[in-house]
Every structure is written in C-alpha cells, then in structure tokens.
C-alpha cells in the first residue's frame, strides 16, 4: 500500500491530515518526535539581580522560562553540541533583559517587557503576563534562553500531535429499520436519516466510542476503523510554524534511525571478531 | 485552582494560555458568557478551558499589603 498524506485543514499554527499506508508504529513515533524531540528556545537560566516583587525569584524564573520563544534553528544549535561545550555562546544562548520599575502606581509586568539581544529569538506573544508590580518595586534580571528538548522540560515542548484511527462505520440496511435511536445519542452527530435510512454524514467527526452500537435496537450498526489509516492533527505552540516543526520531526527521526543501523552494523562487527 | 497570578502555559496540553487571560476576564467581568468568550478566543480542548474556568488570582490581595509595610517604612525616615 503507497504511503498517502492528504490535508484537511490547515491554518496558523495548526494541520490536520489523512496519513494512510504506514503502520501505527511510524506515526506514534512522529508523533513523539514531534512532542519531544524537536528542539526550541526557552529561558535556562536567570541572574535576579534586583527583585522587589512579591513573586519569590524561583517563581518568577519559572514563569519566566514557560513563555515560548520564537526560534530560529538555522542560527542556533542544543548546547551539547555546540563549539564551546555548552559554557555558553552567541552560536548557543540568548540573552534577554528584564528591566522594569513600577514608578507611578501597579504596573502588570508582560513579556514585551523583555529586551532580546537577538530580534529573531522573542517572546511568541508580548501579551503573557509575567507579574504584576506595585508603586516603588523593581525588577532587573538577565535571563538566557537556549536551545532543549521537550523530553527534558516541558519548557521546551514544541507543540502537540495526536492521531486517531480512521472511522469505518459500516451500516447493514437489511437490519436498519431507521428509528433514529442512533442518531439522537451519537454524541458528535456523525449520524443522519436519509429516506428512512441512516447514512454517514460526518465520518472524521467520529471518536469511535461506538455508543451507537450499544443503542442501536437492531444491531445494524457496526463502528470498525480502517487498517493503516490516521486522522493526525499537529498544533504549534508558536515557536516554529507547523511546517517547519513537521520536517524538523521527519529529520529528528531519520537521524535516529541512522544512528541505530550504524549501532547494529557496529555491534555485528564486534560479534564477528570476537 | 487558586494561583499568584494565571498560568502561562496549561497544566495538561503545554499550550500557551497566558496571554488571553486578560482579555477573558476583562469580557467576562463584562457580562458575556464564559463558553463564548473562550470559543472566541480558539480555546478548543477541555484542558485548557478549565484552566480559565477555574483560575483564582490571588496577587492583588498581596500586593494589598505590600502597599501598607511600603507606606509604614517610608514614614519611619
């Protein structure tokens, strides 16, 4: 069976596709990949260098590193692989600047406030607010943003991907009789009466939670899912668009999957010498 | 869920909430009914919306009396 990828719906920072011909393994492995391996840009490390909020500086700093940041993976490599060992470099880190005071009254501290050195590593939104501040307090750190894993923080979480098997609702007309109890109960309306018979009218709104099976009088209605075949969705968090974070997946994979045939072919080496 | 102040990102999913916070609370101070205001704002999965939905902010009670130590000190010199 060729391997198929149709799109549904693509907008900002969202695709939903048809993948067909691949087995379950190879998209929940994307589908990982996509959650866990891609890198991006989050706050590491904060210097609190005045903090006269009432957020404590572990708290702030927390905060402070969930902002997602727009990343450029062209400019920048993780820290471990970087020329300078991961110490910290302009190929590997970014600072950013916090420098604020509430002067005149409370003052609501938002990630525009946030001063990068590089105008291509910035904040996904100026609108986050970060803390909010009251007449005379001040706050003054440098953060430094880097390159990490979602498999290490949740920080660095690129976005989400989830699939589901594609719905195969199979209707026997013999045994329909088209008394609509299924279509009343389907809690995502994929059901509908046509000519006294039920029909299908909105398969990829399905979750197959077959309750219309369960209901059904007759037992004329069947809820299978078809072999190979995914609804997949992918959402950005902002920091790559989805296209980018896709691909970057897809080479994640294929780098891994290199490495472990080279792991293998070595490993079968070693067996013959010995 | 009582907090400092909202959350950036949701609990369950990662996704970034923080900064429709405000204008969630502002539209719903306002009268418009919650469900709206979040399927406005392309809030979808249940994680998140209960994030807004149950969000207590306790900042401006703290920053209540902050003011109140801050005016004592500044009276002492």
């Known amino acids: ?274 | 869920m009582i907090c400092m102040l909202f959350p950036i990102r949701c609990f369950t999913c990662g996704a970034l909430i923080g900064d429709k916070w405000e204008e969630f609370k502002r539209r719903v101070e306002r009268g418009e009914h919650p469900a709206k205001v979040l399927d406005d704002l392309g809030i979808k999965r249940y994680c998140c919306r209960r994030m807004f939905l149950s969000a207590i902010e306790y900042i401006d009670g703290v920053l209540m009396y902050e003011k109140v130590t801050m005016e004592k000190h500044t009276s002492h010199y």
């Not at chain 1, 404590?56 to 993976?73: F, G, M, N, Q």
């Open chain 1, 1 to 274: 069976m060729p391997v198929e990828v149709k799109v549904l719906e693509k907008r900002n920072n969202y695709v939903k596709f048809i993948i067909s011909g691949v087995p379950v393994a190879f998209v929940n492995s994307l589908r990982r990949t996509i959650i866990a391996e891609v890198p991006v840009m989050a706050i590491d490390e904060v210097v609190i260098l005045d903090n006269t909020s009432v957020m404590y500086d572990e708290v702030l700093a927390h905060r402070l590193a969930l902002i997602p940041l727009k990343t450029d993976l062209e400019s920048y490599v993780l820290p471990e692989e970087c020329v300078c060992g991961g110490i910290g470099c302009s190929r590997c880190q970014v600072k950013l600047v916090l420098d604020v005071e509430a002067k005149d009254g409370d003052l609501m501290v938002y990630s525009g406030h946030l001063k990068s050195e590089d105008p291509a590593i910035v904040p996904v939104s100026d609108k986050i607010p970060i803390v909010k501040l009251a007449k005379g307090q001040r706050i003054v750190l440098e953060a430094y943003a880097r390159l990490g894993r979602g498999r290490d923080h949740a920080k660095w979480q690129p976005g989400l991907a989830a699939y589901k098997y594609m719905p195969k609702i199979v209707i026997d007309e013999s045994k329909c009789n088209g008394c609509g109890v299924c279509v009343q109960n389907c809690p995502r309306n994929v059901l509908e009466i046509k000519d006294g018979k039920v029909t299908v009218s909105k398969l990829l709104d399905c979750n197959l939670c077959r309750y219309c099976e369960i209901v059904c009088p007759t037992k004329a209605i069947r809820v299978e899912h078809e072999d190979s075949t995914y609804v997949f969705f992918v959402e950005s968090f902002g920091q790559l668009d989805v296209k980018t974070l896709v691909l970057k997946a897809l080479e994640v994979l294929d780098q891994k999957c290199v490495k472990f045939l080279e792991e293998c072919e070595h490993a079968i080496e070693e067996f013959k010498k010995e």
